[in-house]
């Protein structure tokens, strides 16, 4: 099997990275594309590096299985399935899925440190970022950890601005000035949308 096409898309906490690889993802058949995100390869909570207040701390490279995370990117790459349990973040409101990812001709890695696991970083092809404002990123981050994983709202606000944020600098926006395309989401992704739906196109040979 033809190694596939990789690509990473990496961008601060809420920066729309999940919204829009699901509208990517719509414009393809499943056999074309497969989205692979470290978001499901999280360390269980009582394996997280706590902070000062003993709070676990979820945004720092350890925090993820990137052994397992990179064994799964090579099992893609050299044609076979992968299958894992979905990561529920702590939320007892979810069931976790059972999730089967195929290969497929383009492989995308999804997740805040996929740039910086240096044996996953060498394996890609085309870096995305998406940007956004840290005021419009917060507002999305507390739309969706209330919502989705059942945080309160003080939590958040701690997390975001004693984790989220320390990492996204130290970590996360340097990668912006070496990254190959930079999608603005402050507002949309519209446009970043429809210029990566016609890149795809060619790389699968249909553009």
């Known amino acids: 099997m033809k190694k596939p096409y990789i690509i990473g898309i990496t961008g601060g906490s809420g920066s729309g990275k999940t919204s829009f690889l699901h509208q990517l993802q719509k414009m393809f058949q499943e056999d074309e594309i497969c989205v692979l995100s470290s978001d499901n390869y999280y360390k269980p909570v009582e394996e997280q590096e706590l902070d000062e207040m003993g709070i676990a701390n979820y945004d720092l490279p350890g925090s993820i299985h990137r052994d397992e995370l990179e064994r799964d990117v090579k099992k893609l790459i050299a044609g076979e399935t992968v299958y894992r349990q979905e990561y529920t973040f702590n939320n007892p409101n979810r069931v976790p899925e059972n999730l089967v990812f195929k290969p497929a001709p383009i492989l995308i890695l999804e997740g805040i ?40 709202l003080e939590d958040v606000l701690y997390r975001y601005e004693n984790h989220v944020l320390p990492t996204f600098r130290k970590y996360i926006e340097p990668i912006k000035e070496k990254s190959d395309i930079i999608i603005n989401n402050n507002h949309n992704f519209e446009k970043g949308l429809d210029v990566m739906n016609g890149f795809l196109r060619t790389v699968l040979g249909r553009g």
């Open 113 to 152: 440190f996929v740039f910086h696991f240096e044996e996953i970083s060498k394996l890609i092809d085309l870096r995305i970022f998406l940007y956004t404002s840290e005021s419009t990123a917060l507002s999305r981050r507390i739309r969706r950890d209330k919502i989705e994983r059942n945080y309160p």
